[in-house]
């Protein structure tokens, strides 16, 4: 593990560079109808932890990838999220005026704008990510990169749990129990975790039995991160979240917090964190920001 001081400086470095990369991503102006290109550009730089990059080249450092072809599929993962966020935040499901501190897409664009501008971004992500084929790298790893970022987002993953999400509530005709709540959790939040990870062992050539692993941890690293999600939607404030709190209560979303306690909750995401640290720790390499990364997510406070 890293001590927190030089976390905290390796943390913001590699922010630095993630955002460095983004940005070379981004749409260009031109020829992209102005509104669009605005709404686009003030979801992608409005900031966020840019976790799911910073995973995904971990893991791609942890098998000793150590090439440029990353990059558009770290900018692609980056857009898949924030898309996702534009639309969480839509009227149509929770409704959100406040999204990484400043006010959501939809609120400073209009819903139309926010509905077009996630859509245009997630389509825009594959773009991206295309680009990695003019680098000149394995076409069957680069094909196997692309089906896992599909699937991990659509129906078999964030897609699907999403769908399932907005039926549960305790308003809906579907009873939640713990059960489906983790299927909400893993599909919705933890596809998001797998994917970049598990491209970043693909692209370094990790092997098959590997990546299945690097996709067990990324689950259990996603169930952890939202139900942790859950318990700060309950005990923190809008200042230091940047979103705002009690909109699972608002919503009427029943939540492992609600389900098993706080303290329970608590102990669940420190359980399924040191499973992940441990299961990491079989695999060959050793990158101990990773490990330290996975600790700070379990217990983050935004
Ligand atoms: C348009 C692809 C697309 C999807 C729409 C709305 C939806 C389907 C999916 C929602 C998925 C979702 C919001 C899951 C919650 C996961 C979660 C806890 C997100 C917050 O992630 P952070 O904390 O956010 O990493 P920042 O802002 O730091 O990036």
């Not at 069957?140 to 999400?165: C, E, N």
């Not at 990790?206 to 692993?213: D, N, R």
């Not at 919503?251 to 909750?265: F, I």
Request: aromatic share 6%; with cysteine.
């Amino acid at each position: 593990m890293v001590n927190s001081e030089n976390f905290d400086k390796m943390m913001a470095e590699k922010v630095e560079y993630v955002q460095n990369v983004i940005k070379s991503f981004l749409p260009k102006k031109e020829n992209c109808p102005e509104t669009l290109y605005d709404a686009l550009v003030y979801s992608m730089e409005a900031g966020g932890k840019r976790l799911r990059p910073i995973l995904m080249l971990e893991t791609y450092r942890l098998f000793g990838g150590n090439k440029a072809v990353i990059e558009p599929f770290m900018a692609a993962i980056e857009m898949i999220h924030t898309s996702s966020l534009i639309h969480d935040d839509l009227p149509a499901i929770d409704n959100d005026e406040l999204r990484r501190g400043r006010k959501t897409t939809h609120a400073v664009y209009g819903e139309a704008m926010g509905i077009l501008s996630g859509d245009a971004l997630l389509n825009y992500a594959y773009e991206t990510a295309l680009e990695a084929f003019r680098y000149n790298f394995d076409r069957d790893s680069l094909f196997m990169a692309m089906k896992v970022l599909a699937a991990k987002t659509g129906i078999y993953g964030m897609l699907g749990g999403q769908s399932v999400d907005v039926e549960n509530d305790k308003k809906g005709n579907l009873s939640p129990d713990l059960g489906m709540l983790e299927y909400i959790h893993k599909h919705k939040t933890s596809a998001l975790i797998e994917a970049p990870m598990m491209i970043g062992a693909i692209l370094a050539g990790a092997q098959k039995g590997e990546i299945s692993c690097v996709e067990e941890i990324g689950g259990k690293i996603g169930l952890a991160f939202q139900i942790r999600d859950d318990i700060l939607d309950v005990i923190s404030t809008d200042d230091v979240l940047g979103k705002p709190v009690r909109s699972d209560a608002k919503n009427e979303k029943v939540t492992y917090a609600d389900l098993l306690g706080l303290e329970a909750a608590k102990k669940k995401v420190n359980d399924i964190t040191a499973e992940a640290i441990r299961l990491l720790q079989t695999l060959p390499g050793e990158n101990q920001f990773l490990e330290s990364l996975v600790e700070n997510m379990a217990n983050r406070n935004k």
